[in-house]
């Protein structure tokens, strides 16, 4: 009911998962059987594990570094376009690859026993980065993210619906604007410790509720990047309604400069100092917007088969990666779920080696449960 929405429960939920009410019911159930254990550090985010700094130094340069130890290729600026097949007795081998790269097309032959992995599709798709004095401006090669999937589901049955989750009507309910902030002064920093009791790495989202965007606050524990000099600190949010006009400017957010976006912040926060606490904070800082117009779009309404599986039927040496593929229960939006179709499409297609792990349903786990029913009986604080 339109009540439901109104709760403190949904704000909680909604700006950490990302889910809005328009959004597809399977994906929330999906969720709420995953997360029951949850509840009663949602306000905290006690129990979600991060890693001590950004994600790209923690887990993709090693992991990059270790495989290009064992004699993996990286072939950076490469753009493949279409996947050939041959085709006999309803099976299908992948027999070449077509690429361009430096403005040439090329092609690489696949034998018989090759595998090949295919991300479907990107979260960060169409993506565009601005500055302190100019919005996010066009991406600059649209629709690129997933094109290859697009011409696959077009040539190809059981290759999933590409539309069902991109494309300009898609837009409206998928996009966030995110932005990254650089400070060298201490302000900020020190209001947020002294509004929220907790310094920074610690505590989960702080949300400003009557912020017209629904702004929403990550302080990361410092330094986020292994090079940040000291003294600079580098926090992180984002707008789950970045449609709407701002309080202070009445504009959409990814309209907005990041000046603009970052004086909107403050002002929601009522800092001790007024305006010139306010100055202080802006000319010390770096705001970078970056307007996201596919991230939340795991969350749109689908049907069965728009996402296609992580091995297409009669297919024997072509996987398909990424949140765009279809596991039975498991949620997308995470770490865990690539992590996932990666190892079942080498368990699938090497058919060797141990299976994954089956997902964590927290709704038939009785601490989880039990943990839940004390919050909404009243006998646990959240």
């Not at 990361?220 to 292994?226: A, D, I, N």
């Not at 060797?352 to 029913?373: I, L, M, N």
Request: aromatic letters at 12%.
């Amino acid at each position: 009911s339109p009540r439901f929405f109104a709760t403190e429960f949904w704000l909680l939920w909604s700006t950490l998962m990302g889910s809005l009410p328009q959004h597809t019911i399977i994906e929330f159930r999906r969720y709420l059987n995953r997360f029951v254990y949850l509840f009663p550090d949602l306000s905290t985010m006690a129990n979600v594990l991060r890693s001590q700094f950004n994600q790209h130094e923690a887990f993709v340069e090693p992991l990059v570094t270790w495989l290009e130890g064992r004699q993996v290729t990286f072939l950076r600026g490469a753009f493949v376009s279409d996947i050939a097949f041959t085709e006999s007795a309803g099976r299908m081998t992948v027999n070449r690859l077509e690429y361009e790269r430096g403005g040439a097309s090329m092609s690489v032959d696949i034998a018989p026993d090759d595998i090949v992995l295919v991300t479907t599709g990107s979260q960060a798709a169409d993506r565009s980065a601005g500055t302190m004095d100019a919005p996010p401006g066009p991406p600059p090669n649209p629709g690129r993210s997933w094109a290859l999937w697009k011409k696959l589901a077009g040539q190809h049955k059981g290759f999933g619906n590409p539309d069902a989750f991109f494309g300009d009507d898609r837009i409206a309910d998928s996009r966030w604007v995110t932005f990254t902030v650089t400070t060298t002064g201490p302000e900020f920093l020190d209001e947020i410790t002294n509004l929220t009791h907790s310094g920074p790495g610690s505590g989960g989202l702080l949300t400003l509720k009557d912020s017209n965007w629904v702004i929403s606050l990550s302080i990361f524990e410092q330094p986020e990047v292994l090079s940040q000099p000291p003294g600079t600190f580098v926090w992180w949010g984002y707008g789950l309604f970045p449609e709407k006009d701002g309080n202070l400017y009445p504009k959409p957010m990814h309209q907005c400069t990041g000046e603009e976006i970052l004086r909107e912040l403050l002002q929601h926060l009522g800092l001790k100092g007024g305006e010139s606490k306010t100055e202080a904070i802006v000319r010390t800082s770096i705001y970078i917007p970056c307007n996201m117009p596919y991230v939340n779009n795991i969350w749109l309404r689908r049907k069965r088969g728009d996402r296609p599986p992580v091995v297409p039927e009669g297919v024997t040496n072509l996987g398909l990666l990424g949140q765009y593929v279809e596991l039975e229960r498991d949620i997308a939006f995470t770490f865990e779920y690539s992590t996932r179709t990666a190892w079942e499409a080498i368990y699938r297609l090497l058919k060797r080696g141990p299976a994954p792990p089956s997902v964590y349903q927290s709704q038939f786990d009785p601490k989880g449960v039990w943990a839940a029913t004390k919050v909404f009986l009243g006998l646990t604080k959240t």
